[in-house]
């Protein structure tokens, strides 16, 4: 539905069929099957299958199957669509089991996190069923709690003076998640403001439940992580639905997806051409993924801080809040007076508009730093070429993204936090200069980033002896879903 599910699903197909053999079908509605046909490389026989599927059916502006420009009041509307396609699913699940359609019945169905009613679908049909969870295992883990415990107000209030209960016990400021204390203390700007008041019963939070409490009916959860950097949020799962977690990451693709034909600007040549000038380790990316996008007066505050700091970038530049991603772009209105001319001049920066080659700019040897919303595919990406983190996560669970990449795994320094605050330029000057060249904490975040690459290499080494967790997760897996067929389920 969104990039950030869509790209780790054809990850996995891909890693699947080219490292396991396995022959894989990748479902979806005929506009994303129309794009992963072209992201799918001539080699690979990855079959394509698409389910009808009309958004003005659903209220939806025609053509609208993923969230590249959906905007934000139509989200809940969008996924509640999703749940329509139960039947069609169904009957599809009917055709494959039966071998029809010319492909041997399948042994595993994986599906994304909404779709955990799949369960039912496939177990009628004595198949396996996984949820592949494209998020972390931490920050997922708080995803979870956070909307399966609801309300949050009053519910683990601490006031000022610490006496829990008094008047002010409405207005929380920091809270232990019930049933993940290990996951540390919350702060009520960690929450995406939805999450602060809701109290469950609107329609929302009555979706969120219902697919996330459905994990509960999967054969496995495979999360698209390392054991190593992130079991907290594993043993949470563990613990919570008393079924394997498998930690197969991180699966990713070789080549960022391209956007031509939404006409989004994407330009591999000439951003590796740009870095291919630098020196090794000098520029910052910037970039907050594929549906995101920061405040107009933000984004004046940011290039006041990249220019302020002296180092050089390249900056995924998206119209701001409140604009269709598919607006003209203003500069004028939206960056600080002759900022574009400015770094074009000086050679200091470099923006690319609205869509970037975001795997081959992480995996230059001249990038030494990533201001990101802390997306976890963003994150997987930037860790496996060992880039150090500037967080600034702005929705869903990018937040606790962001927190466990700070306090635990020593990574990243959050700069801002959500679409609407003050940050500061002179705050991101300082941050920018201490991620990427300065003192003794900066080391240690470069030093902590490089040992999570290496620690991601030995997850993913797929040699006999000293095979990887990862690796030993995708064989337990695979394992798993064979020793299951057959076995129906009512
Ligand atoms: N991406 C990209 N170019 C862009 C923006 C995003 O290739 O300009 C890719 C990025 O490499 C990642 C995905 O889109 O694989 C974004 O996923 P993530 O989980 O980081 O964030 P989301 O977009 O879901 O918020």
């Not at 009916?217 to 498998?246: C, H, M, Q, S």
């Not at 870095?275 to 520029?283: C, E, F, I």
């Not at 119209?319 to 000086?346: H, K, Q, T, V, Y």
């Not at 466990?404 to 609407?420: D, M, P, Y």
Request: hydrophobic share 40%; aromatic share 8%; proline share 6%.
């Amino acid at each position: 539905m969104a990039q950030g599910h869509i790209i780790p699903f054809l990850a996995l197909a891909l890693h699947l069929e080219q490292r396991r053999n396995c022959a894989v079908t990748l479902v979806n509605t005929p506009l994303n099957i129309a794009k992963l046909r072209r992201s799918i490389p001539p080699s690979s026989s990855v079959r394509l299958l698409e389910i009808p599927f009309r958004s003005s059916d659903h209220g939806l502006p025609p053509g609208t199957e993923n969230t590249d420009s959906l905007p934000y009041d139509l989200i809940l509307k969008f996924l509640i669509s999703s749940l329509r396609l139960e039947p069609t699913l169904s009957s599809l699940v009917a055709d494959l089991a039966a071998g029809e359609a010319g492909f041997p019945p399948p042994i595993c169905i994986v599906t994304d996190m909404f779709f955990s009613w799949c369960a039912d679908i496939s177990h009628r049909y004595g198949i396996f069923h996984a949820v592949f969870n494209a998020g972390g295992g931490y920050g997922f883990a708080c995803y979870y709690s956070l909307w399966l415990n609801l309300p949050h107000r009053r519910q683990n209030s601490v006031s000022d003076s610490g006496d829990a209960g008094e008047e002010k016990d409405s207005v929380f400021e920091e809270f232990t998640l019930p049933d993940f204390p290990e996951a540390s203390t919350l702060h009520i700007t960690q929450l995406p403001p939805f999450l602060q008041s809701a109290d469950g019963s609107d329609p929302f939070s009555v979706f969120q439940r219902v697919v996330l409490s459905k994990w509960a009916n999967a054969d496995a959860i495979l999360v698209n992580t390392v054991e190593g950097f992130d079991g907290l949020g594993l043993d949470y799962f563990r613990r919570k639905l008393g079924k394997p977690v498998f930690p197969i990451g991180p699966v990713l693709l070789k080549n960022s997806p391209t956007k031509t034909d939404t006409g989004m600007t994407n330009s591999p040549e000439i951003c590796k051409n740009w870095l291919d000038s630098k020196p090794a380790r000098s520029v910052l990316f910037v970039s907050f993924g594929s549906q995101n996008t920061i405040a107009e007066a933000q984004m004046k505050e940011l290039a006041v801080g990249l220019e302020a700091s002296g180092t050089n970038f390249i900056w995924v530049i998206r119209p701001p809040l409140g604009f269709d991603i598919n607006s003209e772009f203003r500069d004028e209105d939206w960056l600080p007076e002759g900022f574009p001319e400015r770094i074009e001049a000086s050679g200091k920066g470099l923006l690319v508009r609205r869509w970037a080659p975001q795997v081959e700019i992480l995996s230059h040897e001249s990038v030494g730093g990533f201001l990101s919303h802390c997306g976890w595919n963003s994150v997987l990406e930037s860790l496996s070429c060992g880039v150090p983190i500037l967080g600034w996560p702005l929705a869903a669970e990018q937040f606790y993204n962001s927190k466990v990449l700070e306090e635990e795994i020593g990574v990243s320094v959050e700069v801002g936090r959500g679409k609407e605050i003050v940050v500061r330029s002179g705050d991101l000057k300082d941050k920018i200069e201490m991620v990427m060249v300065g003192g003794a904490k900066g080391n240690e975040i470069r030093r902590r980033a490089s040992e999570i690459r290496e620690m991601i290499k030995d997850a993913v080494n797929e040699d006999g002896e000293g095979k990887g967790s990862s690796v030993e997760a995708m064989d337990e897996f695979l394992n798993a879903a064979v020793v299951f067929r057959g076995r129906k389920i009512n």
